[in-house]
């Protein structure tokens, strides 16, 4: 059996209690950074043995997991944060594992863009999830698409990129549109940008440094104008998480 684990994406009091017994019980864990997972797994006094797996020795890796599943082991997969195969590696073996028949559970849990979404103040009923945009080959293409689309656009994008994506985003879809930068969800310095994407670009673009993961929360093409939302300049809200963060 493959169990696929979200693990906290900052507070670490969101890993649920069944992902802690599954964690507990399994033969192995296979992480994304093994010294990264040694903080969480440490905090909660959890000793079973771990394993790398990432993208660049999923091919390999897979492999050997697969073989052991197939002899009797469970094994749990779990990334730096969130749901496995979800921009993280995971869909590799998943799919080693179905072709084998082996048995593949996946947990409910943490992931980064639901409460982005659900906290932005767009429309949630309907959005289509992108993941990272291409650094480079077919990037411009995918923008283009992304013009046309009627739905909540959601990204995931990296602190040094979000400038240049911000940029070219109000490029292809529009300054006015209206936008949401969450960066850092659940942890001490959680912040929603709220804007268009042009005033969202001139804010970050003065700021000194950018850190943290970011979510990135764009208006499609369907949305209703909302009288509301802020348009002369970004606003800005900071939220205390938690006591516990990591």
């Not at 906290?8 to 950074?33: F, H, M, Q, S």
């Amino acid at each position: 059996m493959l169990y696929l684990v979200p693990t906290p994406i900052g507070n670490l009091e969101d890993l649920t209690l069944r992902a802690l017994r599954v964690l507990r019980e399994v033969d192995l864990i296979a992480c994304e950074d093994t010294r990264t997972s040694a903080k969480l797994l440490q905090h909660y006094g959890i000793t079973t043995p771990t394993t790398s797996y990432h993208a660049h020795n999923e091919a390999r890796k897979a492999a050997q997991l697969v073989a052991r599943l197939e002899a009797g082991a469970r094994i749990a997969l779990i990334t730096d944060a969130g749901m496995p195969g979800i921009s993280d590696p995971g869909f590799y073996l998943v799919r080693a594992c179905l072709h084998r028949h082996i048995p593949v559970v996946a947990l409910p849990g943490p992931t980064a863009f639901i409460p982005a979404l659900a906290a932005s103040g767009l429309p949630a009923d309907r959005f289509v999830f992108e993941g990272f945009l291409p650094s480079k080959k077919g990037r411009r293409k995918r923008l283009a698409e992304l013009a046309a689309e009627p739905r909540t656009i959601v990204l995931y994008e990296a602190p040094h990129r979000l400038v240049r994506t911000l940029d070219e985003l109000a490029q292809a879809l529009g300054d006015d549109r209206p936008a949401v930068v969450a960066r850092e969800l659940t942890k001490v310095f959680e912040t929603f940008a709220r804007g268009t994407l042009r005033t969202l670009h001139a804010y970050y673009a003065a700021q000194p440094r950018i850190r943290g993961e970011i979510v990135l929360i764009v208006a499609g093409t369907s949305y209703r104008p909302d009288p509301n939302w802020p348009r002369d300049q970004a606003v800005i809200v900071s939220s205390y998480a938690s006591e516990e963060t990591s």
